[in-house]
């Protein structure tokens, strides 16, 4: 018996565009409009073409476009759209402020998988599994977005519309995500489950939590892979901020997570798993959160 497997390396003929700086790219998408796809590091693009799910007739690569890389400080962080995650990962600024963000980066797949794909791509790609969406979520992440004539910055919990739908306009590029300083007496955590260690999660969750003492003063808590786009929990927060972090507390937050999201049974898991999976690392994500704030506090 003979099964019919898809075999082709790439999609059909495309003509395949690196221009060096924004202004070119701006132009080539000016040029081609509907017809062109942005490819950053390809985990995401290329396997869709492979399986005939987009099949442009131009790629602009941003590979060479140097501006769009790297990370710096300011008054907030900037990653630049097409740092990849294994820079992201190893990020002393990343290292030291935001956790839970280095947390996703390194659950993010296998090592190689790290190397190529980028931060830009990850949410670009706006799968609602996609790790570093609930990371940047709850570290309060923006979306910078430029197009040949204007700028515009979109708070990253307004950025995803559907799945793999985002508010980017045509003619527009991701450029970078920036990143608000923590406040002192942060902690947070991301936790995953998957498959295999290299699969794309069936439930994953981040938390950031900041506490005064014994008492909560603000909290974000978001999910992947339980509704149509990343989710922030408004209810289980709202349940939280102002109340002693006590495990009681936690667990009751949890519950109320496992209630709000709205995941669905597929190939990776089910509705019911999905929802009590959900549960267990949320409040284990707000514990580990709560422990890592004591220590922030103290800096």
């Not at 060096?20 to 998408?29: D, G, R």
């Not at 790629?59 to 990653?79: C, F, Q």
């Not at 019911?272 to 800096?299: C, F, M, N, P």
């Amino acid at each position: 018996m003979f099964m019919n497997t898809n075999t082709r390396l790439v999609s059909p003929e495309f003509d395949y565009l690196q221009p060096k700086t924004l202004a070119e790219a701006f132009t080539m998408l000016a040029d081609h409009g509907g017809s062109a796809k942005l490819l950053a590091g390809g985990t995401d693009l290329l396997v869709q073409m492979k399986m005939e799910r987009q099949q442009p007739s131009h790629v602009i690569s941003l590979s060479r476009v140097k501006e769009l890389a790297g990370i710096t400080e300011g008054d907030v962080l900037t990653i630049g759209a097409t740092t990849s995650i294994r820079d992201v990962s190893r990020s002393g600024p990343v290292i030291a402020g935001y956790t839970a963000l280095q947390e996703a980066c390194n659950a993010y797949s296998t090592v190689s998988v790290m190397l190529m794909g980028t931060i830009g791509g990850n949410i670009c790609n706006a799968s609602p599994a996609a790790d570093t969406a609930p990371a940047l979520l709850v570290h309060d992440a923006s979306a910078v977005l430029r197009s040949g004539k204007a700028t515009r910055t979109v708070p990253l919990r307004d950025f995803f519309t559907g799945p793999g739908k985002t508010v980017i306009q045509p003619g527009e590029i991701l450029t970078a995500v920036e990143l608000p300083k923590p406040a002192k007496g942060t902690g947070s955590a991301f936790l995953k489950i998957s498959r295999v260690v290299a699969d794309i999660s069936q439930v994953c969750v981040a938390v950031v939590l900041v506490r005064d003492g014994d008492t909560i003063t603000d909290c974000r808590i978001a999910l992947g892979s339980v509704g149509p786009t990343p989710m922030r929990m408004k209810q289980a927060v709202g349940a939280l901020i102002g109340k002693r972090g006590t495990p009681e507390a936690f667990a009751a937050a949890a519950d109320i997570v496992a209630k709000d999201i709205t995941p669905i049974t597929d190939v990776r898991a089910t509705e019911k798993y999905r929802r009590h999976v959900s549960r267990i690392i949320a409040r284990d994500a707000l514990l580990t959160a709560w422990q890592r704030a004591a220590e922030g506090a103290a800096k």
